[in-house]
């Protein structure tokens, strides 16, 4: 068993977020902390993003800190662009992020029997880890969401969800159904109704369209909307669901042409589609589900941080059961910029948690 003080856990915004930070406060990687991230490259879940995703397109990303990402070319896709400037970040702030590593659970050290010092066991691919402190920065992408209708698995057409999606060809010259309200939706929607045979776009709330800028005031309240719900130990929702959908000219002109309508989520799945209690239905090659991701924090259940509710309670981004676990981008920090802040937070309440033990000369980054 290798030991640490810290184990990050996630190698996207949050994650090395949360190593800058580290490394700042004077801990040293491969020593002091480890990053294991489960991806085979760097670049987080930008890494999976479909190909049609330019960087141009992409929706309020914001730098890591320590480092701008300049001069990015606005027509690559974004996974290039951001995988890109995520590996010369883990470079220049000598991160040595370990991948790819599974990590399978998280154990109070007592559990195992193999010390009773405040520890925590690191199960993983690549063997256990015991850490005084963790940081779980494991996002949404590796948890799609696929909700349950009646019929679903008679349908003979094909299904796929959004961590699948491989751009809009791939639906040429078929018919197909879009179901979800969400940014990812739209994009999905709008590209595939230029080569597809016909759309359907379904939403289980009727979507709201924003108008005029995303301010700072706005975004405040909308994380404000998420975090209380962390509070009460509720699973927490996307800042995005809560911001609505800010109007585009490409999504205005979908709307005049008949493509951005969005129709009540039906009530079954057919062989052939889809139906409506109603009894209207649409025939349907292709179901695409754009109904989101949940928070990949299965491996924590050994821990029992949920609340009754379903969710995890934080205070701050530390589990209200347990001050050794932090947990970064997860619900109210769920944003490029919140897991920037949530980093620096989370290491500022670990620094304090493992006392004067800890070095406090600052490590040159």
Known sequence: MRETEVVVIGAGQAGLSSAYHLRRAGYEPDRDFVVLDRSPRPGGAWQFRWPTLTYGKVHGMHALPGMELTGADASRPS?????????????TFGLRVHRPVDVRAVRDAQDRRDGSDGRLTVETSEGLWSARALINATGTWDRPFWPRYPGQSAFRGRQLHTAHYPGPQAFAGQRVVVVGGGTSAVQHLLEIAEVAAGTTWVTRRPPVFREGPFDEEWGRAAVARVEERVRLGLPPQSVVSVTGLPMTEAMERARAAGVLVPRPVFDR???????????????????LWATGFRAAVDHLAPLKLREPGGGIRLEG?????????????????????????????????????????????????
Request: proline fraction near 6%.
């Open 317 to 365: 981004t530390r589990a209200a059961r347990d001050p050794r676990v932090h947990l970064v981008g997860y619900g109210p920090s769920a944003s490029t910029i919140g897991a920037n802040r949530a980093g620096r937070a989370a290491v500022r309440e670990i620094r304090a948690l493992l006392g004067s033990s800890q070095p406090l000369v600052p490590a040159a980054v």
């Open 79 to 91: 996974s290039a662009v951001i995988g890109d400037y995520f590996a010369d970040y883990e470079r």
């Open 269 to 287: 799945v057919t062989p052939t589609g889809v139906a409506w209690a109603n009894g209207s239905t649409v025939d349907a090659d292709v179901i």
